[in-house]
Structure formats: C-alpha cells, structure tokens
C-alpha cells in the first residue's frame, strides 16, 4: 500500500501544470556528451571478444560466476557511474543488464531488433504500435507509442535512428538514439495531442539504448545499456519522488531485456529469423 500511495502521489504531483517541466539546452548538450563517451567505451569493447559485454569485465562480480548466474536464468542488472545523475534540472540515467538464451545465435538477434514493424509483437504491453519508416545509408528511422501504466497511462510517440549488425562471427550490436519523443496528452479520446517536445511533463526527454550481443557455448549471451533524460525533481518532493524516478529507467530495462530473451527462446520466433 505505500508502494502505491507514493506513487500516486508522484504522478499526480507531476501531471499537475505547476510542477511541467522545461528541457534546457545545457541539460540536452550534457545528456549528448556523456551518451558520445559511452559509444566511444562501446566501440572500444567490442575490439574483442574478451570484453565485448561490458558486464563480464565490470570487476563487480567475478566472470565465471556471474556467466554460471545468467545461464542458470538469472537477470543481471547494475547501476552505471551511480545510476542517476543530475543535468541542470533534469536527470541522467544509466542501467546496464545482460541474459543468457539458451540455444540463442547472434543472427537471430539481429533480425529480432530489425523487425521494426512488429516490435509490439515482443515488446507488449510497453510498446503499442512500431513502423519502419526510412532506410538510408545503414540508419534506420523507427517511429514507436510507448505505453507505461504507473497509476496513470503514460503515452509517448517516439522516433529514432537505429544502426545495427554484425561485428564479427557470432557477435553483433545495435544502437538506437532518440531523436524525437512527444507525451501524448489525453492519449485515446478525441483530445489526443502530442505535447510539444521537452516543454511537458518530462517523463521521458531522451533515451538511447545500446545492444551487445556474442555467442558461446551453448546459446547467446545479450547485454542492454539504456541512458535516459528526465525532469529533476519538482521542489519538496524528493523524498516522495526520488525513490520512483530512479526505479522507472531501471524496471523498464528489466522488461525490455526479460522480454527480449522469452522472444529468442521462442521456437516460432526462432524459426522465422532463420
């Protein structure tokens, strides 16, 4: 129950227009700057094989035990550089998480991530709807409706650039940048409008997510890194709503990679990406 009280509290608290948030320039060229020095690690760990995930090389659980974890079925989640940053009044988040699928082949993977057009197929209830858009020059452009029920439904139409393959044999990546998110006011009736962007409620402003992906014996091991933008929070209220904004970036990786993983180990998935 204080679960729930709270974070009735927070959406209320944020959905009313005292407390809407404005993007500032300096807090997006902040979020730009530190997403650039996470692909620069990206690029540089995927020179090997051996550091290819960066979850098997974080020092914070040994190798062997923490791969004996995730072929046991086990999610692994962590914190990166503390999780959740501030941003001149908005805040950096940064979870990282990685899973074993049994019998998983890199290839499939990426087919799995290219099938733009039916990502709500694997990815319901969070992801409503998907359309691929443009292809050119390697990049993708991929419009998506984000649904997240906390109390309230929040609705968000997304577009992003996504650039994605095969690294070396059994070895692939992808990186996804948002390059436009609007909140959807009043989702569903005959008032539905898209918010202007970064001038809203700031449940979400950015996020990229980046995929790392290799085979070994026995299936594919998959690594998520998702870096998100969102308001600071409102003035008073950070004892009330600190604990749910920090929790939001990380439940959400938690089912994207969770759902992910069941898509791979399908059999009627599996058959169709080969």
């Keep these: 129950m204080v679960v729930t009280i709270r974070t009735a509290a927070v959406i209320l608290a944020l959905a009313v227009p005292s407390f809407s948030a404005r993007l500032s320039a300096p807090a997006s060229r902040d979020f730009e700057t530190y997403a650039a020095s996470v692909e620069k ?9 051996a550091t290819y995930l960066a979850s098997l090389n974080s020092g914070a659980t040994s190798t062997a035990e923490l791969e004996r974890q995730l072929r046991a079925g086990e999610l692994h989640m962590e914190p990166v550089n503390g999780g959740t940053r ?5 805040l ?5 998480g990685a899973a074993f699928v049994p019998g998983g082949r890199a290839a499939e993977m990426l087919a799995l991530l290219r099938d733009y057009n039916r990502l709500s197929t694997y990815y319901s209830p969070e992801v409503q709807s998907s359309r691929l858009i443009a292809e050119r020059g390697g990049a993708s452009t991929v419009v998506m409706r984000f649904k997240k029920l906390v109390v309230v439904p929040i609705v968000l139409d997304t577009e992003y650039e996504v650039r994605n393959g095969l690294s070396r044999d059994g070895a692939g990546y992808s990186v996804s940048r948002s390059t436009h998110i609007w909140e959807v006011a009043n989702p569903g009736s005959a008032k539905e409008r898209r918010m202007t962007e970064g001038d809203d409620d700031g449940f979400l402003w950015r996020l990229n997510t980046y995929w790392s992906f290799i085979e070994v014996p026995g299936g594919l091991l998959i690594e998520c890194e998702a870096i998100s933008l969102t308001r600071d929070v409102p003035a008073g209220l950070g004892w009330l709503v600190t604990p749910v904004i920090q929790d939001m970036p990380r439940d959400s990786l938690k089912f994207t990679l969770t759902a992910t993983r069941n898509a ?10 080969r």
């Design 92 to 96: 950096v988040h940064h979870w990282r």
């Design 41 to 49: 690690r990206l690029a540089q760990q995927h020179a090997s094989p």
């Design 264 to 273: 791979l180990g399908t059999t009627g998935v599996k058959e169709a990406h």
């Design 86 to 90: 501030s941003a001149d009044g908005a």
